[in-house]
């Protein structure tokens, strides 16, 4: 998926814009023993932070700060409601929320 070709200016209805989740640090799984993961999963532990970053856009359009190459995946959340983790600075500036929830 390419980024998106939106204009530099907020949209005209802010119930339009979606958040897309860009991952900075993804989890990864790891075993103990470095065999295969056993059924009751006894032997598997996780690393990295599972830090994100929440970006503002169109449904199936990935905004334009979304550095290219980076995973990023579109969400059905509005981007003007709650959103639990910081969002991008570039989409606030360009699509101020009501509410930011810190």
């Not at 979606?18 to 999963?41: I, N």
């Amino acid at each position: 998926m390419t980024n998106s070709e939106d204009g530099p200016g907020p949209v005209s209805d802010p119930s339009e814009l979606t958040v897309w989740f860009e991952v900075l640090e993804p989890f990864k799984a790891r075993t103990y023993d470095d065999a295969p993961v056993r059924d009751d999963y006894s032997n598997i532990y996780f690393v990295g932070t599972g830090k994100s970053r929440a970006h503002a856009g169109r449904p199936g359009r990935r905004p334009d700060c979304i550095p290219e190459g980076a995973k990023a995946y579109w969400a059905h959340d509005l981007w003007n409601g709650p959103v639990q983790i910081p969002r991008c600075t570039v989409c606030l500036v360009k699509h101020p929320v009501t509410q930011v929830i810190e």
